[in-house]
């Protein structure tokens, strides 16, 4: 059976478009990730695949912002590792590694630990 590769980044705690606005907590909101060209090849693929990620990333990020201080290595905003992930015919991840780690072990070990959540 062959397996396809994709590859995915997770980015950090935010977009570089510069600081969200606070929410009513105080805390900087995340900015929404950059709009997704649809008529790319492969476009709804990546945003199904998208889907079954958010959930889980969302969280450890929201996590990340509300229970450890703003000053923590995991809320650094230029946090960004890029993953591998081998897939089956039948959509499901056979594999993934760490192709680009980030500068944060505790960060890569999330982004594993999320991709093996969505198995």
Do not use: K
């Not at 995915?8 to 060209?37: F, K, M, Q």
């Not at 199904?48 to 509300?66: M, N």
């Amino acid at each position: 059976m062959r397996a396809g590769w994709a590859l995915v980044v997770a980015a950090g705690c935010g977009a570089v478009a510069g600081p969200a606005p606070p929410s009513s907590t105080g805390v900087p909101r995340l900015l929404p990730p950059a709009a997704l060209d649809l008529h790319a090849p492969g476009a709804a693929y990546l945003t199904s695949v998208a889907v079954q990620l958010q959930p889980d990333w969302g969280q450890f990020l929201a996590d990340c912002r509300l229970r450890l201080p703003a000053s923590h290595p995991l809320n650094a905003m230029t946090l960004a590792a890029t993953a591998e992930l081998a897939i089956d015919p039948a959509g499901r991840v056979t594999a993934a590694r760490i192709a680009t780690p980030s500068a944060s072990p505790d960060f890569d070990r999330a982004v594993t630990d999320v991709l093996a959540d969505a198995r």
